[in-house]
């Protein structure tokens, strides 16, 4: 088995049962969204389901968000399928998702949980972190929180810049999160009140 023969198609509507099914397996359910709200999500066109493939056996699957007024991506979710973990396909889909981007791209934001007590839970967040941070994100010095009905769900903020990046403003930020809890969130009632919470922990950052 050949890493390198990866390739990553964009997927449609029509495929949501199958990686909604996936999701389920892959992520806590007070991070997933219904099945009608990602309906809605992937109507439109800056929501997309992308395919990792090897051939033709689906190897994992990503779901992003492309800005409308910021040259980055919010990467929401992001799975290897058990079968082919822990072999370099996570590596190589994380770099064909942001290498494919266009000119000018600034970089890829992704939540992440922070680590529980419960050792099992716990292992796999962290081993999801480190991931992260070999692909070269930091974590943003902010207290993110996920909007949810139920509330806000603390989670780790983390970005990922392109190489030419050194500094993100607090303006640049903010905008990204104001108009991922405006689109991706629009199902959340208290999202206004909860980014207001977020907001006042929002600084410059810098990459070194």
Do not use: C
């Not at 892959?26 to 991070?31: S, Y």
């Not at 066109?45 to 990503?62: C, D, F, H, N, S």
């Not at 809890?181 to 950052?205: A, G, M, R, Y």
Request: hydrophobic letters at 35%.
């Amino acid at each position: 088995m050949t890493v390198n023969e990866i390739s990553i198609t964009e997927g449609n509507l029509s495929e949501l049962h199958n990686v909604y099914q996936r999701l389920q397996m892959d992520f806590p359910a007070n991070e997933l969204k219904d099945y009608k709200h990602f309906q809605k999500l992937l109507a439109n066109e800056k929501y997309k389901l992308i395919w990792a493939r090897q051939q033709e056996k689906i190897v994992g699957y990503a779901l992003i968000y492309e800005f409308e007024h910021l040259p980055a991506i919010w990467l929401d979710y992001m799975a290897i399928d058990q079968q082919f973990r822990n072999a370099g396909y996570g590596s190589l889909f994380f770099h064909k998702i942001t290498q494919s981007k266009r000119d000018g791209y600034i970089g890829t934001f992704v939540e992440l949980e922070i680590p529980e007590e419960d050792p099992d839970s716990r292992e796999q967040q962290i081993r999801r972190i480190n991931f992260y941070e070999r692909m070269g994100a930091r974590r943003l010095n902010i207290s993110y929180k996920l909007p949810t009905n139920d509330g806000g769900l603390p989670l780790y903020l983390y970005f990922r810049p392109s190489p030419h990046i050194h500094r993100l403003p607090k303006e640049q930020i903010l905008a990204g999160i104001e108009e991922v809890f405006q689109f991706i969130h629009s199902d959340v009632i208290d999202k206004d009140t909860i980014l207001n919470e977020i907001s006042p922990s929002i600084e410059d950052e810098y990459f070194n």
